[in-house]
């Protein structure tokens, strides 16, 4: 199997970021997860959209989803949108979106595919309940579902990758992990039972989330594996 990385980068200005998308890329990421809500200003997108050829998620975390984006929620989607305009591919949503139907039509419209993320930052819970999480994401019928938990106990890595196992057959594909140092190897194993891709950063201490392997390290891993 060919496990698929995504690389989360994040940086303050797009300058900066054009040069670590590129180099994203150079490290054979298959898609590239831009985190907005660090950026001072959003001008200069496009040349980062142009400078590379894999997909572009599109990503503004708002302070309550543990982001940096500190402005409104209306200015927070006008980002997002802004990003697709600028020919980003897929924009990761959170189940929470205020008017989340109508923000989804918008973008489909515009072009985007829909990554529609629930993020449990305490804990890890029981089966039942993320396949309840799942059922209720799947609701809205986005491209891709994504669900993320913390990790408190190495155990947790199995409940997530149960998860992704008993949905490997699912209509809409979906990423799951689990944040945090005891959640490293659900990021790790999560192509091999099923993920769509799994999230890694773009080198040690460029880390966008708790947890975030280094993507030569996770391609180290793989090939050790046979799984590239």
């Known amino acids: 199997m060919n496990a698929k990385i995504c690389v989360s980068i994040s940086s303050t200005d797009t300058s900066e970021l054009l040069g670590r998308a590129q180099r994203a890329e150079r490290l054979s990421a298959d898609l590239i997860e831009v985190r907005l809500d660090k950026l001072r200003s959003d001008r200069g997108l496009s040349k980062v959209a142009r400078s590379v050829e894999k997909p572009l998620i599109a990503t503004n975390r708002s ?10 929620e209306t200015d927070r989607l006008k980002d997002l949108v802004g990003a697709v305009e600028d020919g980003f591919s897929y924009v990761d949503l959170e189940l929470h979106t205020s008017s989340l139907v109508s923000t989804i039509e918008m973008l489909r419209k515009k072009g985007a595919r829909i990554i529609l993320s629930h993020h449990d930052f305490f804990q890890t819970p029981s089966i039942p309940r993320l396949e309840s999480a799942k059922m209720e ?7 891709l579902c994504k669900i993320v938990t913390t990790a ?11 998860l992704l196992n008993k949905n490997r057959q699912a209509t809409i594909p979906l ?27 773009l080198g040690r201490g460029l880390e966008t989330a708790p947890g975030q392997p280094a993507v030569s390290d996770l391609r180290r891993v793989y090939q050790t594996l046979g799984m590239e």
């Open 152 to 162: 408190k106990s190495y155990e947790d890595n199995l409940t997530v990758l149960n």
């Open 175 to 201: 990423v799951s992990f689990a944040m945090g140092n005891a959640g490293v190897w659900s990021r790790v194993m999560a192509p091999y039972y099923g993920a769509a891709f799994t999230y890694a950063s």
């Open 137 to 143: 994401l799947e609701k809205y019928r986005p491209d």
């Open 63 to 72: 302070l309550s989803e543990k982001g940096s984006f500190d402005g409104s």
